[in-house]
């Protein structure tokens, strides 16, 4: 589904982010990025949201150069993708319901129709008694399931998270990985940049390390998921 | 807030200058009723002629009406402008004066070269022996109406593209501030148009809020000026003076709803090519 050819990225004057990357990842994949700072697990996930443009290489999704999209392109291109960020980037002028009722809104859904999905999806994920509420008010794991349930309201086809536990204690991680399962489970691709050893070992498929922007390991492996049930 | 604010400021301004340019066309307009050619009339003519001279003038496409004032009429008149002194009129033939057409030209012909023309082809017609017109008054009359004219496009010009761009700049503002909310809509896949029309439609208001705002600060002003100056010498009284009727209230908010629309328009299509 994703495939990146001889990916280089270089911000000027001279600085290296990505060095001649080529990956490829299949559809409902559970993928962690990870390194240290520095790496280049940003930088990734940018190019495949289309944040940033590839100095060199080609990036396809499901057999389209993403690199050749225009503003409108782009645009497309976001409502099949979910975004997840450490810092949540939640409108804190908007209620938890409207926050992800946006995104519904954005590929056309009917008012009516977003609210109702939103608020569904807000209930799956705890937050019925919280959907009034301004992000501001609740807490970080709060914050970071109403950011979640933005980025799957339209059943995207990838989900990238930078960091989405960066800002949460262990427990509300646990559970916030878990909840990065199920989604999977619809059978969307999943790409994790983290460097949350722990959430790692337990939860990675496929560990992708990055290392002064070259992929330097590439690991697939059989895990059980303990906490999933 | 700013952007209203802005905008009230300069469209107060401009209505400032578009009161004063309609109140000085409204003045220039009444002084030009005032021009009038005197066509004085030859002593051998009699009713007959007269009358067919009357209705031959009443031809002309310049003359909007004509008032026939009679040898005795116009000793009347000069009695009665006299006064007390009419006696030295005493023993003075009645026809002494002769009679004579006060002719009003029509608007649109109180110009210069056109009243000349007009006043020429008059003295070729046949029983009327002199004409006089305020020449100096009609070409003075012309030149205020084209500085006028000139003045309002200049001055209105700098003022448009001035307050174009403070409400451009003032958009700006509001954008920077709240760009994170822009981030978060592009992030989502929001189209453009989407992104972009909370800020046109804020602009838009915040147009129509400046404009309405300055339009009641110029009223206050303008009742303001009347009670404290209540003549302006030469220009007349200020109760002459009018405040701006619905065409121009509703061309003010209508550059304010567009100059608000424009100034965030043009400011999104930077602010965003630059993101």
Redesign the interface.
Known sequence: MIQLFHVFKTYPPNSQALNDISLEIDKGEFVFLTGPSGAGKTTLLKLLFREEEPTNGQILLNGQNINRLNRRGVARLRRQIGLVFQEFKLLPRLTALENVALAAEVVGTSKNGSHTKAYHLLRELGLKEKYTAKPLTLSGGEQQRVAIARAVVNDPMLLLADEPTGNLDAEIADETMRMFLKIRERGTTIIIASHNLELIKRYGTRIISLRHGFVADDLQKVVRHEGMH | MLTAATMATTLFVFGAFMLLQENLQNLLKAWGEQIQVNAYLDKSLDAADVQRLLARVRTFPEVEGVRHISQEQAWRDFQAALGAQSGVLEGLPQDVLPASFEIKIRENFRDGPMIEDFVNRLKREKGIALVEYPQEWVDRLSLVVLAVQWVKWIFGGALFLATFFIVESTVKLALLARR??I??????????A?IQAPFVVEGMIQGIAGATLSIIGLWFTFQWLRNEIPTFGLLGSFSQFHFLNARHIALMLAIGWLLGAAGSLFSLRRFIKTW
Request: hydrophobic share 45%; no cysteine.
């Open positions: 994170d909310e981030e978060i809509m592009q992030l989502v896949g929001a189209s453009e989407m």
